[in-house]
C-alpha cells in the first residue's frame, strides 16, 4: 500500500511570509495528525484529525497555525505569518483511528516530512 | 514538557554488539511505542508494548517496561551498520477525545562497521 505522502519536501521563506503543507494519508486512514519537530527533538504534536473533525489541536499556536481536513481525506497545514522560532520539520501521520471507540492503539504511519527554513 | 526521556542521548557502538536505550515517564500511561528516525526521514513504528505487559519481542528487538518505575528500555541485538538511526519512545494517554503520543528527545545511535 501507498505510505503517507508529504509536499513538499523542503521550504524556505522568510519571516512574516506565509506557506502551507500538504499531506495525504494512508487510504482508509481515518485519523491523520500533524507534528512539529525542531531539531534534536521529538515530534510535538500540533492537531489531531479524526475524519473531517478536530480531535485535538491544544498544542497548535492558533494565532499563526491552522489545518483543515475538508473531505475527511488529505489535509493542509498552513503558517501565517512564520516566525524564525517555526524552523523545524513537520511531519504528518495517519492511523487507522484514534482508539476513541474501541480502546485500542493503533501504531502510527508517518510520511517523510516538510523539512522548513524561516530566515 | 515531553513525557519520555531517553537515556543516553548519544549511543555509539561496534557492529555487533547489543544497543540499549532507556526511556522513562512521569505520568500512567495505556501503553508505550518505540519509533526509528533515519535521517531526513519519518518515523517508523518499531514496537508497541501495553500497560499490562513486561516484556515483548520483534526479531532483534527486545523491550521492557516496568511501570512501577515508569521506566522502558529497547534492546537492539546484534547490532548491524543500518541500525543508525534515532530512537524515541512515545507514551499513549487515553482520553476522552482519544489517544495522543507524547515522544521523547530520542537517542541517536550510531553503529560503526
Known amino acids: 500500500e501507498a505510505g503517507v505522502a508529504q509536499s513538499p519536501r523542503y521550504k524556505i521563506i522568510e519571516k512574516r511570509q506565509s506557506v502551507a503543507f500538504w499531506c495525504n494519508p494512508i487510504s482508509g486512514h481515518a485519523t491523520l495528525y500533524w507534528y512539529q519537530q525542531i531539531l534534536g527533538q521529538g515530534p510535538k504534536l500540533l492537531i489531531q484529525f479524526q475524519n473531517n473533525g478536530v480531535v485535538d489541536d491544544s498544542q497548535l499556536p492558533k494565532d499563526r497555525f491552522s489545518a483543515e481536513r475538508l473531505k475527511g481525506v488529505d489535509s493542509t497545514l498552513k503558517i501565517q505569518p512564520a516566525k524564525l522560532e517555526d524552523s523545524a520539520v513537520y511531519l504528518c501521520a495517519s492511523s487507522p483511528d484514534s482508539g476513541l471507540a474501541g480502546g485500542f492503539t493503533y501504531e502510527q504511519y508517518f510520511g517523510p516530512g516538510t523539512r522548513l527554513t524561516v530566515t | 514538557s515531553q513525557q519520555g526521556e531517553e537515556d543516553p542521548q548519544a549511543l555509539s557502538i561496534q557492529e555487533g554488539e547489543n544497543a540499549t536505550m532507556n526511556c522513562s515517564y512521569k505520568?500512567?500511561?495505556?501503553?508505550l511505542q518505540w519509533y526509528r528516525q533515519n535521517s531526513g526521514r519519518g518515523l517508523v513504528h518499531l514496537i508497541l508494548i501495553r500497560s499490562n505487559e513486561r516484556e515483548k519481542h520483534s526479531g532483534r528487538l527486545r523491550v521492557t517496561l516496568d511501570t512501577s518505575k515508569k521506566s522502558s528500555s529497547l534492546l537492539i541485538t546484534a547490532s548491524r551498520a543500518a541500525d543508525t538511526a534515532s530512537y524515541f519512545c512515545?507514551?499513549?494517554?487515553?482520553?476522552?477525545?482519544?489517544?495522543?503520543?507524547?515522544f521523547g528527545e530520542g537517542t541517536q545511535l550510531t553503529v560503526n562497521p
Open positions: 505520568t500512567s500511561i495505556n501503553n
Open positions: 512515545a507514551t499513549e494517554l487515553r482520553g476522552t477525545s482519544g489517544s495522543r503520543l507524547t
